[in-house]
């Protein structure tokens, strides 16, 4: 990648608008400390120290491109809840624009509440709906995209997909026809149940395992030759530019026309690989939204993945960090 100018690069991105689109959650962690087994029950008596909150699921795609520099909308729907309210705080600390968050009396906030004693996870309770939104709720959201393309005029658009019902069928078909009319780049990490609903999208970026769920795959060996087979498969349902496949330990592969390649992980001491998604699709889509250069987009994201992946718990990426790595691994 030499010849890449990254200082230059990473300065583009403040000039980026980007939306993310998807199912927000709140992150509740609760550390504590286990002394003793309960009289009551065979279960440990954890005794809390501290208690923090943290943006989750399509947000947390939000906060890495915030992170990042890039100017960030979030388009979802929440409930008229205490969560819904921290929530929303959090994004707006982040400078987040909350301007498109719906709040909806027919839903709750989606929230996750993990007890952590000796950084291992005891137990997590999830407070949520997954079923789709309802008809009115679905076309508010219609609204608030088209609202946001109309005024913020975003160079990419990102949809975070966590299966728990803002990304109805209606909603991509409708977003993703307006994104195409408008000339906005958009990019998707798909989950199962709308797998194939994403058509016409410049980047699907799926893992293995969705990718072989998603096409039924038995498939032992994965090399560039059996990736270039799923690509084509995708294609055929899906019409889309750019396969991005994340393949854990692997790395990445990616394919648009002709060009293809799978790029090995680097190195790293993994404490927790959740969130990592999450901050390979934001790297990916602001890469390709600045540049329009496929491999840049892989090399950047891959490496981005992995950094994220040596923090315990949901982390952003840090910008000068990822900064400092691409100098190093790419130039």
């Known amino acids: 990648m030499s010849g890449v100018n990254f200082d230059q690069l990473f300065q583009q991105f403040t000039q980026l608008k980007a939306g993310v689109i998807g199912d927000v959650m709140l992150d509740t962690y609760m550390w504590g400390h286990v002394d003793r087994i309960s009289p009551e029950a065979p279960v440990p008596i954890v005794s809390l120290d501290k208690k923090e909150y943290r943006i989750g699921g399509a947000a947390n795609v939000a906060l890495n491109l915030a992170s990042l520099g890039a100017n960030v909308s979030m388009l979802s729907v929440i409930g008229t809840d205490e969560d819904g309210k921290q929530l929303q705080q959090l994004l707006q600390q982040q400078h987040i624009k909350t301007d498109f968050l719906l709040a909806s009396a027919k839903r709750i906030t989606t929230s996750k509440t993990r007890i952590i004693s000796r950084n291992q996870q005891m137990m997590r309770l999830d407070n949520e709906i997954t079923n789709d939104l309802g008809y009115e709720d679905e076309q508010r959201m219609i609204l608030a995209i088209q609202m946001f393309i109309a005024q913020e005029k975003p160079d990419v658009i990102i949809f975070e997909d966590y299966n728990k019902g803002v990304l109805t069928e209606t909603v991509i078909q409708k977003a993703i026809d307006l994104c195409r009319h408008n000339g906005i780049i958009t990019t ?17 970026k799926p893992n293995l395992k969705e990718v072989k769920d998603g096409l039924n795959l038995l498939i032992e060996n994965v090399n560039e030759e059996t990736l270039r087979i799923i690509h084509t498969q995708l294609q055929e349902k899906l019409s889309h530019a750019i396969s991005f496949i994340t393949l854990s330990e692997k790395g990445v592969f990616y394919q648009k026309e002709e060009n293809a390649a799978v790029i090995p992980s680097h190195l790293r001491h993994i404490a927790d690989v959740s969130g990592a998604g999450d901050t390979v699709i934001a790297v990916a889509s602001l890469v390709y939204a600045a540049t329009n250069n496929v491999h840049l987009m892989a090399e950047m994201a891959n490496i981005a993945g992995g950094l994220v992946c040596e923090e315990v718990g949901t982390a952003a990426i840090k910008k000068d960090r990822l900064l400092q790595e691409c100098k190093q691994l790419l130039a």
Request: net charge positive; proline share 6%; glycine share 0%.
């Open 188 to 204: 998707v990490d798909p989950k199962r149940k709308n797998f194939f609903a994403y058509k016409a999208v410049d980047v699907f």
